[in-house]
């Protein structure tokens, strides 16, 4: 593995810490791509003859890479790269596709489901409807360079959308589509998380074992005039889930993972 060939490195003595400059040259090689996910890093007593150091401080770097969730560590079987968390900022308000292509990744959708369907009590109360009134019911599929990360399913008040079922629903931005036909602007929202194990569709569909864990985002996004129009309700897998959100003031960031 040419990161890890052409001699051992000589860490500086100093007030970095010698763990964090071996962390440091690890997650370097991982965020420009010459350690891909599946490759296996070299053993433990490698590391230390690569980079001059104690066991223990390649096994702090290593920790610290596993709790970013860029390593696995296999008990009997090595140190592996996995695929990097997706993360997405909660402060901002933005389509799903957007915020893929700003980090760099391909967004794609399959749709699941798309229909008119009578607003349940709980929807109607979010959106201001009558119980029972029409909505736009849409079930999607997120993907994030062709791999499964989100099943969504969404509602709209029908009435102030009329025609969105003949649209593209599955090949570009819903946000999108709201703002160049009915000059819908989303502005802000509302939303809750709380941790949750997947069911069997939804393990079926995010290509998951039952059980495993994952987060349970329910959005309720508003217009320019504070009108709802859009309740949202996600299942995100957990292994590859990140949320961001920053506290003003003394609190500190809160990393959601």
């Known amino acids: 593995m040419s990161v890890f060939s052409g001699g051992p490195i000589k860490l500086e003595q100093g007030p970095i810490p010698l763990h964090y400059q071996v962390y440091q040259h690890i ?17 433990e007593r490698e590391l230390c003859d690569f980079y001059s150091c104690s066991l223990i401080t390649v096994r702090r770097a290593l920790d610290e890479l596993t709790r970013d969730r860029r390593l696995v560590r296999m008990r009997g079987r090595g140190t592996y790269v996995t695929e990097a968390p997706v993360e997405r900022n909660l402060q901002l308000l933005g389509s799903f596709t957007q915020e ?12 699941l489901a ?50 969105l079922l003949e649209e593209d629903l599955e090949g ?36 998951q074992r039952r059980g495993r864990p994952a987060l349970l985002i329910e ?25 961001r959100v920053a506290a003003q003031g003394s ?3 809160l990393d959601l993972r």
């Open 27 to 43: 997650r370097d090689a991982l965020d420009r791509g010459a350690l891909r996910p599946g490759d296996r890093l070299p053993g």
């Open 100 to 111: 893929m292509r700003a980090a760099g990744i391909e967004p794609s959708s399959r749709l």
């Open 114 to 163: 798309a229909r008119e369907e009578p607003a349940s009590g709980v929807v109607a109360a979010a959106l201001r409807l009558e119980p029972g009134a029409a909505t736009i019911y849409l079930e999607r599929l997120r993907l994030a360079d062709g791999e499964p990360l989100v099943v969504e399913e969404v509602h709209l008040p029908a009435a102030r959308f009329p025609g």
């Open 172 to 207: 570009g931005s819903l946000y999108g589509l709201l703002a160049d036909r009915y000059d819908t602007r989303l502005d802000h929202a509302e939303e809750t998380i709380e941790p949750v194990a997947l069911g069997t569709r939804e393990a079926e569909l995010l290509d």
């Open 219 to 243: 959005l309720l996004a508003f217009d320019q005039q504070g009108r709802p129009v859009e309740h949202c309700r996600s299942v995100v897998r957990g292994d590859r889930a990140r949320y």
């Open 251 to 253: 609190r500190a960031i």
